[in-house]
């Protein structure tokens, strides 16, 4: 395998060499090839819609329970397109350094957000409440971003901001009586929705996290290989970076697993089967 490179927090980057275990390599594209799919499993089933006698109908015959399908569907939809990614990475011979983690978040983050909007053991108005709290949150990101890009102001009728959107949102829920909720942090939902207990799974979460972010100590789970002859470095050493292999098969498994689950579930809401993971 070619794995990138990367450098401890003072150091430049430098190339790297073969490092991955081939029985590794072959494990992951198992697991890995899974990926695709599950991804047009998803896409069936989107265009199957909402089957009658399905939670999904349920919900859907209520107002606003539109939105919960909407977002789950899509929710999985782009997390499944980060394992995608991450399959023809390996296939194309490539172990990154530190992506390929970014990349299972991604996957994990849609995943555990598909499963807590459809979660069979609530009822159908406390899935309603959750997905218009979803919806209400992203129309408040994007109002973030209209003000910041400064686009507020031009968006005219019949366009509507953000903030018009989440306005009526607002106003449409207190008129069906949808009691008000929050939508919970990521950590939540992967205390709550990876088949860990909740502890662990909030620690994955800050694990992948640490990744995506770049955080000093992700280093407790890298490999690391000091480098000869570099010009030293004060309060450091010049290092050489590359993937645990226990780790990126560990996380690309469970990934994969939570990812699962929550298209059975889907399946289940859509479908009206008595199918539960």
């Known amino acids: 395998m070619d794995p990138g490179t990367s450098q401890d927090a003072v150091a430049a980057s430098i190339s790297a060499g073969d490092t991955q275990d081939p029985l590794v390599t072959a494990k992951l594209a198992e697991v890995l090839a899974q990926a695709p799919v599950l991804f047009d499993r998803l896409t069936a089933t989107s265009r199957a819609g909402a089957q ?14 539109h939105h919960v399908r909407i977002m789950a569907v899509d929710h999985l939809m782009t997390g499944l397109d980060h394992l995608v990614m991450w399959h023809r990475l390996l296939t194309a011979g490539v172990q990154p350094y530190a992506s390929h983690i970014t990349l299972i978040r991604g996957a994990m983050e849609g995943a555990v957000t598909c499963r807590w909007l459809i ?3 609530e009822d159908s108005a406390e899935r309603v409440r959750r997905g218009v709290a979803l919806l209400l949150e992203d129309y408040g990101n994007r109002d973030d971003f209209e003000r910041d890009f400064g686009i507020a102001d031009a968006i005219k009728p019949p366009a509507k901001t953000a903030a018009d959107r989440r306005a009526e949102l607002k106003a449409a829920r207190i008129a069906a009586k949808i009691r008000s909720t929050e939508a919970p942090k990521m950590t939540t939902l992967f205390g709550g929705y990876i088949g860990l207990p909740p502890a662990r799974g909030r620690a994955v979460y800050r694990l992948l996290s640490a990744w995506a972010h770049g955080k000093q100590w992700k280093g407790m789970t890298a490999k690391f290989e000091v480098v000869e002859g570099a010009v030293a470095v004060p309060g450091g050493k010049l290092v050489k970076v590359t993937a645990h292999d226990d780790l990126s098969l560990n996380l690309t498994t469970l990934g994969m697993m939570t990812a699962t689950r929550a298209l059975n579930e889907l399946d289940a809401y859509c479908r009206g089967s008595a199918r539960r993971p």
């Not at 939670?55 to 606003?64: F, G």
């Open 52 to 65: 009658p006698g399905s939670d999904a109908a349920t919900d859907e015959a209520t107002l606003l329970g």
């Open 119 to 121: 979660d069979p053991r």
